[in-house]
C-alpha cells in the first residue's frame, strides 16, 4: 500500500536497512535509512523492537545497523514509523497483514488469562512468545455478563472467531468470540418497542441504579433515585422498556 507523505514510492510493509544514530526523547530508536543521505529518518518505539518478549529488549547502540518494515500511514514529526519486530518475522507479519475484517478464522483455545483468551489458529505461523497469535480480549469472548473467562471458553475447546485487526505492537490478531454468532440485543429490539413491559433480574448495581437481564445477553438499566429502595442482585423486577437504541447497545428502563 503507498501512502501520502512517504518519500520514494515507499509502502507500508517495506523492509528498510540502516543505521542507528541515537534516540528520541521517548527512547525510540532513530535511523539513518539507506538511500536517504538527506532524510527523513527512520524511528522504531520501544514496542516495536521485538515480539520476543522471552528476551531482554537489544539497546540502541549508535553504528549499530537494523532492518526494519514501514508501519507508518505517513510521516511522524518528520520521520517514518518503522517496526523491527515486523523484520525479524516476515511471515507473522505478512500473515496478519492479509487478514480482512470480520474474516472467520478457526483455532483452539491455548492459554486463559485475567485480560484475555490466547487462540493457536490454525492458519499462519506461531508466535514468537506468545500462546497463540490470535488474542480475545474479555469484552469480546461473550454477548452475556459473565465474571470469569472459564464459565465462556476452556483450554483446548475449538473456537470460530471474527478477525477485528491487527495488533502490530505485539503482533497478534486481535479476535471476537461473541461476534461469531447473532447479537441478541437486535434480536430483541425487533421484538420489543417502548412501553412493553417484561419481567428481569437484577444482575448488578451501580451507584444511579441496577441493571437488569430481560432476556438472554441483554440487560437494561432501571435508574433507582438517590436515597431510594432498590432491589439486590439476583431479585425478579417488573420493568417497562423506556428507551432502546441499537447501535450502542443501550437498553433505558423504568418501573412498571
Same mark, same amino acid.
Given at each position: %500500500?503507498?501512502?501520502?507523505?512517504?518519500?520514494?514510492? %515507499?509502502?507500508?510493509?517495506?523492509?528498510?536497512?540502516?543505521?542507528?544514530?541515537?534516540?528520541?526523547?521517548?527512547?525510540?530508536?532513530?535511523?539513518?535509512?539507506?538511500?536517504?543521505?538527506?532524510? =527523513? !529518518?527512520?524511528?522504531?518505539?520501544?514496542?516495536?523492537?521485538?515480539?520476543?518478549?522471552?528476551? /531482554?529488549?537489544?539497546?540502541? $547502540?549508535?553504528?549499530?545497523? @537494523?532492518?526494519?518494515?514501514?508501519?507508518?500511514?505517513?510521516?511522524?514529526?518528520?520521520?517514518?514509523?518503522?517496526? !523491527?519486530?515486523?523484520?525479524?518475522?516476515?511471515?507473522?507479519?505478512?500473515?496478519?497483514?492479509?487478514?480482512?475484517?470480520?474474516?472467520?478464522?478457526?483455532?483452539?483455545?491455548?492459554?486463559?488469562? !485475567?485480560?484475555?483468551?490466547? @487462540?493457536?489458529?490454525? $492458519?499462519?505461523?506461531?508466535?514468537?512468545?506468545?500462546?497463540? @497469535?490470535?488474542?480475545?480480549?474479555?469484552? /469480546?469472548?461473550?454477548?452475556?455478563?459473565?465474571?470469569?473467562?472459564?464459565?465462556?471458553?476452556?483450554?483446548?475447546?475449538?473456537?470460530?472467531?471474527?478477525?477485528?485487526?491487527?495488533?502490530?505492537?505485539?503482533?497478534?490478531? !486481535?479476535?471476537?468470540?461473541?461476534?461469531?454468532?447473532?447479537?441478541?440485543?437486535? #434480536?430483541?429490539?425487533?421484538?420489543? #418497542?417502548?412501553?412493553?413491559?417484561?419481567?428481569?433480574?437484577? @444482575?448488578?448495581?451501580?451507584?444511579?441504579?441496577?441493571?437488569?437481564?430481560? #432476556?438472554?445477553?441483554? /440487560?437494561?438499566?432501571? =435508574?433507582?433515585?438517590?436515597?431510594?429502595?432498590?432491589?439486590?442482585?439476583? $431479585?425478579?423486577?417488573?420493568?417497562?422498556?423506556? /428507551?432502546?437504541?441499537?447501535?450502542?447497545?443501550?437498553?433505558?428502563?423504568?418501573?412498571?
Amino acid at each position: %500500500m503507498v501512502v501520502d507523505g512517504l518519500p520514494g514510492g %515507499m509502502r507500508v510493509g517495506d523492509v528498510l536497512s540502516g543505521t542507528v544514530v541515537g534516540t528520541t526523547r521517548s527512547q525510540s530508536w532513530e535511523v539513518a535509512l539507506d538511500g536517504f543521505p538527506d532524510g =527523513p !529518518r527512520g524511528e522504531i518505539g520501544l514496542l516495536d523492537l521485538t515480539w520476543d518478549f522471552s528476551r /531482554e529488549r537489544p539497546r540502541a $547502540e549508535p553504528g549499530r545497523r @537494523v532492518s526494519a518494515a514501514v508501519t507508518a500511514e505517513g510521516l511522524r514529526d518528520g520521520r517514518i514509523g518503522l517496526s !523491527r519486530a515486523a523484520a525479524e518475522h516476515p511471515g507473522l507479519w505478512a500473515f496478519l497483514a492479509s487478514l480482512s475484517p470480520g474474516e472467520p478464522l478457526t483455532g483452539t483455545i491455548a492459554l486463559i488469562r !485475567r485480560f484475555g483468551v490466547f @487462540v493457536a489458529l490454525d $492458519e499462519g505461523p506461531p508466535h514468537p512468545s506468545f500462546a497463540g @497469535v490470535g488474542f480475545i480480549t474479555v469484552p /469480546e469472548l461473550s454477548w452475556s455478563r459473565f465474571r470469569d473467562a472459564e464459565e465462556v471458553v476452556r483450554v483446548g475447546q475449538r473456537v470460530t472467531c471474527r478477525f477485528l485487526c491487527f495488533d502490530t505492537t505485539n503482533g497478534e490478531a !486481535r479476535l471476537s468470540l461473541r461476534a461469531a454468532s447473532p447479537d441478541p440485543f437486535q #434480536a430483541f429490539a425487533d421484538r420489543v #418497542a417502548v412501553g412493553d413491559r417484561l419481567r428481569g433480574e437484577v @444482575v448488578a448495581e451501580v451507584p444511579f441504579g441496577v441493571f437488569v437481564r430481560v #432476556a438472554r445477553g441483554v /440487560e437494561g438499566l432501571l =435508574p433507582v433515585p438517590a436515597g431510594a429502595g432498590r432491589s439486590e442482585p439476583g $431479585e425478579g423486577v417488573a420493568v417497562a422498556v423506556a /428507551e432502546v437504541d441499537r447501535g450502542a447497545r443501550r437498553l433505558l428502563l423504568a418501573p412498571a
